[in-house]
């Protein structure tokens, strides 16, 4: 069974940076990619980013978020990561990974996700001054 447990969030300064965790078990990751996305109030939910656990290979839904954030794992904590600088107000949200068996892009695989991947709980993120 795929489980994944978000953490690392937390209310933080317009410009103020964070680091989220996803710490993942029960399948096999080189089969899967590892997706974050976000949830703010009364919005829909939204891709952030996506990453192709066997070879590394991301994706950014917008250049704001490319420049910003960056996705990454650790091989051997099965663990992936949200690098979040310079973060704005509405970058406020509840951030949720998810996980899928990987198809032939990153980006494919990222853009259905969030309707049919395997989800964490969530981990709130709140940038206030």
């Known amino acids: 069974q795929v489980q994944l447990v978000e953490s690392g969030g937390g209310l933080v300064q317009p410009g103020g940076s964070l680091r989220l965790s996803c710490a993942a078990s029960g399948f096999t990751l080189d089969s899967y990619d590892i997706g974050w996305f976000r949830q703010a109030p009364g919005k829909e939910r939204e891709v952030v980013s996506c990453i192709r656990w066997s070879d590394g290979t991301t994706y950014y839904y917008t250049n704001s978020m490319k420049g910003r954030f960056t996705i990454s794992r650790d091989n051997a904590k099965n663990t992936v990561y949200l690098q979040m600088n310079m973060l704005k107000p509405e970058d406020t949200a509840v951030y949720y990974c998810?996980?899928?068996?990987?198809?032939?892009?990153?980006?494919?695989?990222?853009?259905?996700?969030?309707?049919?991947?395997?989800w964490g709980q969530g981990t709130q993120v709140t940038v206030s001054s």
């Open positions: 998810a996980a899928r068996p990987k198809i032939l892009t990153v980006q494919a695989s990222c853009g259905v996700m969030k309707e049919r991947g395997s």
